[in-house]
């Protein structure tokens, strides 16, 4: 299994502005993966940040609106750029272990109000 | 593409009362499948899940079982209690775009049981 956190838990942030979310970690993990969860809807995908190679984005999500870094192998950064009110969401960070098959392990969310 | 299609919510209960949340997919291959629980302010937890068809995953007095004819698997609990009050995703692995495995998530029911 897997222990994540997610800092901030929830923020409130003007339009234009930029909101950086950590995720950390209590053990090495290759695959980190950030998702989309706005408000009424289902976990969407934005990226997967796995160590020693750039993020991979799903479809509609671009690097330069949702920059990722993987320093190394506990910790990974998700930055929302110029945020606009539509950026509103919960935004959660999960893991994969190799021991835990295709189970994936989920971060507490940060929850994100844009005004 | 590959989807999950869940049951709408929020669904309100008695105590021990029987639960069930519908839940269908849409894959091409053999994904896994999952039930995940999000507690008030926590993040998603893993409740079962089942990787082949006919498996069936039980937790926490929860049981669903995966079937293949009917692309279904149905999340049960034959007597819920107010604890279990809770949203709950049926999820899907999917392959993506990374190559890795990603999850496809219903739009989640909101259960609130009452004492």
């Known amino acids: 299994s897997a222990v994540i956190s997610q800092k901030p838990s929830r923020d409130i942030c003007q339009r234009g502005t930029s909101l950086t979310i950590q995720c950390q970690v209590d053990?090495?993990?290759?695959?980190m993966f950030w998702y989309r969860q706005q408000p009424g809807q289902s976990l969407t995908l934005i990226a997967t940040a796995n160590q020693g190679s750039e993020a991979t984005y799903e479809s509609g999500f671009v690097i330069d609106k949702f920059p990722i870094s993987r320093p190394n192998l506990t910790f990974s950064t998700l930055t929302v750029s110029n945020m606009s009110p539509e950026d509103s969401s919960i935004y959660l960070c999960?893991?994969?272990?190799?021991?835990?098959?295709?189970?994936?392990?989920f971060g507490p969310g940060t929850r994100l109000t844009v005004l | 593409g590959n989807s999950v299609t869940q049951m709408e919510g929020p669904v309100t209960l008695s105590e021990e009362a029987f639960l069930t949340i519908n839940c269908t997919y849409t894959?091409?291959?053999?994904?896994?499948l999952f039930w995940y629980v999000q507690y008030p302010g926590e993040g998603l937890q893993l409740l079962l899940k089942a990787t082949k068809a006919d498996d069936k995953g039980s937790n926490k007095g929860f049981e669903a079982t995966y079937r293949k004819e009917t692309t279904s698997f149905h999340l049960e609990k034959g007597s819920v209690q107010v604890s279990d009050s809770a949203v709950y995703f049926c999820a899907l692995s999917d392959r993506a775009t990374s190559g890795t495995y990603k999850y496809i998530f219903g739009t989640g029911t909101r259960l609130k049981v009452l004492a």
């Open positions: 053990s090495q993990v290759t695959m």
């Open positions: 894959a091409t291959g053999y994904p896994s």
């Open positions: 999960s893991v994969k272990v190799p021991a835990s098959g295709d189970e994936q392990f």
